[in-house]
T-cell receptor, first 115, second 114 residues
């Protein structure tokens, strides 16, 4: 069974440009999460989808970040325009709904560098 | 509110020595507790988890952790370190019976000396 897949694995963009990150969760997982780790600090929650609905977006840093999950399958996270402080590793995770104690499965992350 | 504190951003042990990575949590409700590991150039992988029941939890690669409610701790141990254990380890918490967000600690980088 395929795990959580993220594209691209690395992205280097200039300040002011737009970048779109993609996450394909494990098939059948209705929960999808985005996390970010900046400069070796803790991994911080960005938002949580249940199917196509945003359940919790309290971690989104500002309105330059837009996450979508059309159709409740894959998700995209767009940063527009990118700023230097957006550099970091963006992780996506998925889990099953309704399974007590289930863990989230993480992708390998997208390393974003804004120069 | 929930939070996780990992003591020591970097731990170095000799091969064959005991590994002890410390984690303390704060939670207003019964928590689920996790340890994740990130090997170089890889994603986060679950090592072990505590949900309910036995407080000593065994995970992959010989790691185990003990949930101590009175100490609000969930320290990770391995009796004998191997070179392949070099990685970054994250303690994490999420509220009981909820599919809400996972709160991570800041991570501990484990180095193994030959």
């Amino acid at each position: 069974e395929a795990g959580v897949t993220q594209f691209p694995s690395h992205s280097v963009i200039e300040k002011g440009q737009t970048v779109t990150l993609r996450c394909d969760p494990i098939s059948g997982h209705d929960n999808l999460y985005w996390y970010r780790r900046v400069m070796g600090k803790e991994i911080k929650f960005l938002l949580h989808f249940v199917k196509e609905s945003k359940q919790d977006e309290s971690g989104m840093p500002n309105n330059r970040f837009l996450a979508e999950r059309t159709g409740g399958t894959y998700s995209t996270l767009k940063v527009q325009p990118a700023e230097l402080e957006d550099s970091g590793v963006y992780f996506c995770a998925s889990s099953q709904v309704g399974v007590v104690g289930t863990e989230a499965f993480f992708g390998q992350g997208t390393r974003l560098t804004v120069v | 509110a929930q939070s996780v504190t990992q003591l020591g951003s970097h731990v170095s042990v000799s091969e064959g020595a005991l590994v002890l990575l410390r984690c303390n949590y704060s939670s207003s409700v019964p928590p689920y507790l996790f340890w994740y590991v990130q090997y170089p150039n890889q994603g986060l992988q679950l090592l072990l988890k505590y949900t309910t029941g036995a407080t000593l939890v065994k995970g992959i690669n010989g790691f185990e952790a003990e949930f101590k409610k009175s100490e609000t701790s969930f320290h990770l141990t391995k009796p004998s370190a191997h070179m392949s254990d070099a990685a970054e380890y994250f303690c994490a918490v999420t509220p009981y019976s909820s599919a809400s967000k996972i709160i991570f600690g800041s991570g501990t980088r484990l180095s193994i000396r030959p």
